[in-house]
């Protein structure tokens, strides 16, 4: 099944099917940077039971078989978490917040089995506004009704919602307006405690599992002198307005939905009575809420709108990724961005290797306060990281593969958790670009070179000294699929990367911060023998990198044979234990290392690697096809290097993969492609402006994008046999 593209700025759908209905909620997630919410019905869908209880295990994400086929209602602040007994911290799915039943005499609306026409729903990716219309065919005569909503940009606290009626016959219609606390995240409840109260519009106060406590509130404005009637049910809590309804007059209802939690970085501090209060005090008329929250989108566009003339697709799918990297960039720099983007619960909300290579370059190119909160969060958690490097019996701090607010690992998968130690360096490599490219000089100095020591501390006591030269056994390089090897050439160059720069760091601090953190000249000394020693399983004759040491000793598969069926995941065709000793990778992971740094490699060396990889990379992580367009970019085959973006277009949208929540790596991915790819951005160049060097697909007229660089903007355009770099006045 595929998905039209009508507008290269709306995301558009207008049949309802219970066979796509969940990717599009997942598709058209709202977010403000404080909260974010699927785009599931205002109502109840018939069947769609949402406090189910499960257990949703650790499984491999890629591979699982998925509950709660049709509709999956989510509402997530990120950092507010909840206690799992196998998963750890958990991204909890709150009450559902924008909850309105409508009912004409007794029949209630439904999208299952009501009868309607001209279905529409859309989201505006300008600015984040939701919308749906149709007309209802009630027993009483047709209703048109259009649904909108969005998470104000201006009030980062409220979902605001207006229902607009339109009746062809005088008729009665009721509304009813809930919270429902009877939700749960992949099948789990993490509420401990519940008040609901009812009187003055709805309200909701909770403590978690976590201890965390979080309080909602919802009030309505309907036409006429129409009261509330109270309703109770487990923990849906619900008023309901009796309305009637002219015919040809339009009625209109509103809602604004409030949030509010104890971990809020609150700027009024209070208890969550008083500030839901305060809140509600404080609402602004809805014109003047819509036209500050449009300001702000507008905003946020002009920082990061590419431009593309000759490829529509390619347009659209950029702007969709970064509307929803635009949604997700949190306020708070005590919360990264989970694996789905805060639109699912597929990966339990928790961060990866993916915030620092997949996400950070478009934040540090376009909004580098967020990229500074995006690093300022791995500063947060470095004493979860050195928890978790003790917890391992290592020195220093070793960041968690999957982390959560407190920085320790969540991952309860052992191969990962264990094996997968190249997030460290990661999060190294991340920290640095950041401070390049932004030239933040100061945040290198204290809390990178903090962040540099501990993990050096965590590699000098990791890697061992054998025959002369270090190495790093029993690892899992980014390719998951092969998880015990030896020397994996990713890790170890990312390493020997890391421990150059915490040298360089160190070589510019004064005594006195030295002796602040306890260096010493050995283990300066150390720190460069690893460096210079980490063995990187490079082929002189064939000028080639291994992925790993061992790697030609595992076993040649005939993917044929084995991957019969090409719909499904490689993974799912063969048993793990198969999977696992042989040559058949997951993702690109010794390619990402010749994108991550591109100008280090030569041709040739790019040229075998992906020539080998390539052919024993099944891509079943959504990670893998952007590296491969990039790296096939640096080559010049531009042809290639369209294809394999064409894939990673298709991921989310097209192939109508956003039911769990967005691909977000791939987002941050495509707009690599896009930008640094087939637009050229390189990086810095020796005075200290934008480095283009643009590989444009032949059919490609212009690529226009905005930079931010070293605290400068401009705007850089890419034509054929131009390339303009304009610096650009401070907005
Ligand atoms: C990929 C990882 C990635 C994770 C979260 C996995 O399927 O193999 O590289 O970090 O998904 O996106």
Redesign the pocket.
Known sequence: MKNEIRNERKLENRDFSTEDNKHFEGAMTQGNGYMNLRASFEEDLDGEEQGERYWRLPAN??LEKIRNPVSKWGLYVPGIYGKHPILGEELVNLPYLPGINLYCHNERFDMRLSRYSGYERSLDMRNGILRRSLTWETLAGPLEVCWERYLSMAEKHCLFQRITFCAREDMELTVENFLDGGVTTNGYDHIESFEGICGGGLEMYLTLDSGQQVGMKSVCRVPGEAKAVYKRHGRRIAETFRLDLKNQEEAVVEKAGIVVTDADEAEEPGDLKGRIQDLVRGLRDPDSDLSEHCRIWEQLWRQSDVEIDGDDSLQFHLRFSIYHLLRIANDSSRVAVD?KGYAGEA?FGHY???TEIYLLPFYIYTCPEQAKRLVSFRYHTLDGARRNAKSYGYRGARYPWEACVSGEEQCSNWQYADLEIHVTADVIYGLCKYCELTGDEEFLRREGLEMLLETARYWASRAEKRKGGWHLTGVMG?D?YLPFTADNAYTNYMVSDSLCRTLEVLEGADEETRAAFGVTPEECMLFDEIRRNLYIPYDRERKFIWQSADFAHFEDIDFDKVWTDRSRPFGNCISQERNYRCKAL??ADTVALMYLFRERFSREIKKNCIAYYEDITTHD?S?SYIVHSLVYGDLGDKKASYDYAVKSMRLDWEDQGAAEGIHI?NAGGLWQGGVCGFGGLLGVDESGRPLVRPQLPEHIVRIRYPVSLKGKKYQVCVEKDHIQIKECEED
């Open positions: 994400v890629t694996a990966y990866f290797w993916d980014p998951e997951k993702q992580s990670l790596a």
